[in-house]
Nanobody, 124 residues
């Protein structure tokens, strides 16, 4: 059974940092794109950051560019999201996703496996 388990969410003040982790089990994703998406209350799920299978190519939403960094450790079957300079508008449930292809995609429909989500709340 394939599982993606996120951790590292929580409550932080504006300007603070959090590091999210996503550990995969049940199969390896070292040849698949991985990504982070988020969903705020009353809004659709949006892309945050995604990366190709080897981490060579990344894409960031404009709203997080320069503040968030996605990385992966294929040996550990884990992907990370370092979030700095957090803002109240970053408040959302953050989801990790494993892609269908090796190249990254900005389309959530191209991600076949999803974690349960971890809540990130940024207070002002």
């Amino acid at each position: 059974q394939v599982q993606l388990v996120e951790s590292g969410g929580g409550l932080v003040q504006a300007g603070g940092s959090l590091r999210l982790s996503c550990a995969a089990s049940g199969r390896t994703f070292d040849n698949k794109a991985m990504g982070w998406f988020r969903q705020a209350p009353g809004k659709e799920r949006d892309i945050v950051a995604v990366m190709s299978w080897n981490g060579g190519v990344t894409y960031y939403a404009d709203s997080v560019k320069g503040r968030f960094t996605i990385s992966r450790d294929n040996a550990k079957n884990t992907v990370y999201l370092q979030m700095n300079s957090l803002k109240p508008e970053d408040t959302a449930v953050y989801y990790c996703a494993a892609g269908r292809y090796s190249w990254y995609s900005m389309n959530s429909m191209h991600y076949d496996y999803w974690g349960q989500g971890t809540q990130v709340t940024v207070s002002s």
